[in-house]
T-cell receptor, first 109, second 114 residues
Framework: LAKTTQPISMDSYEGQEVNITCSHN???????ITWYQQFPSQGPRFIIQ???TKVTNEVASLFIPADRKSSTLSLPRVSLSDTAVYYC??????????FGAGTILRVKS | ETGVTQTPRHLVMGMTNKKSLKCEQH?????MYWYKQSAKKPLELMFV???????ENNSVPSRFSPECPNSSHLFLHLHTLQPEDSALYLC?????????????FGPGTRLTVT
């Protein structure tokens, strides 16, 4: 059974670049990849979305290879306030929306 | 403030009680979602409504009953729950039900079943 998978956790230091990869080998042809950030006691919040190649906004970049079976969220120069859980969301074959299990990012000073 | 509100924020109920969770969105969206988030588990999509019609029910037990009277309101009716149903229940909305549409989440209702 295909799944959307992410690393369970990552540690980083302030000022470093952090890359979180999500594997989604069952992504549907026309569906997008979206990343969300969640702080404790809050609902997830949209970070970035893409379909292919590279997308950049004011907070992150998203890299998607040609086969689209994975994607990498890149957070430049993280700060303590970036400590959160990061989820990828993918539309899978069968018209299903599937969240990854989430990656706990801990940023240390 | 995401434009999606949920009430109550916290709820404690016994296994024989009946209660309802409410979600309201002020964004003019046409799709609304219920998610369950348990400790150490990923977000689980429960139900999806698109233009007031239920389009997805991901094998959710019948003790959870959704209702969508209009595009702005979504309810989750609860009855005879089990302790394992204790979780954070999140509501979300989007322009329409499609992966390209950003979902806006409410703050959630923390449910404890005793």
């Amino acid at each position: 059974l295909a799944k959307t998978t992410q690393p369970i956790s990552m540690d980083s230091y302030e000022g470093q670049e952090v890359n979180i990869t999500c594997s989604h080998n069952n992504i549907a042809t026309n569906d997008y990849i979206t990343w969300y950030q969640q702080f404790p006691s809050q609902g997830p919040r949209f970070i970035i979305q893409g379909y292919k190649t590279k997308v950049t906004n004011e907070v992150a970049s998203l890299f998607i290879p040609a086969d689209r079976k994975s994607s990498t969220l890149s957070l430049p120069r993280v700060s303590l306030s970036d400590t959160a859980v990061y989820y990828c969301l993918v539309g899978e074959v069968g018209n299903k929306l599937v969240f990854g299990a989430g990656t706990i990012l801990r940023v240390k000073s | 403030e995401t434009g999606v509100t949920q009430t109550p924020r916290h709820l404690v109920m016994g296994m024989t009680n009946k209660k309802s969770l409410k979600c309201e969105q002020h964004l003019g969206h046409n799709a609304m979602y219920w998610y369950k988030q348990s400790a150490k588990k990923p977000l689980e999509l429960m139900f999806v409504y698109n233009f007031k019609e239920q389009t997805e029910n991901n094998s959710v037990p019948s003790r959870f009953s959704p209702e969508c009277p209009n595009s702005s309101h979504l309810f989750l009716h609860l009855h005879t729950l089990q302790p394992e149903d204790s979780a954070l229940y999140l509501c979300a909305s989007s322009q329409a039900r499609a992966s390209r549409n950003e979902q806006y989440f409410g703050p959630g209702t923390r449910l404890t079943v005793t």
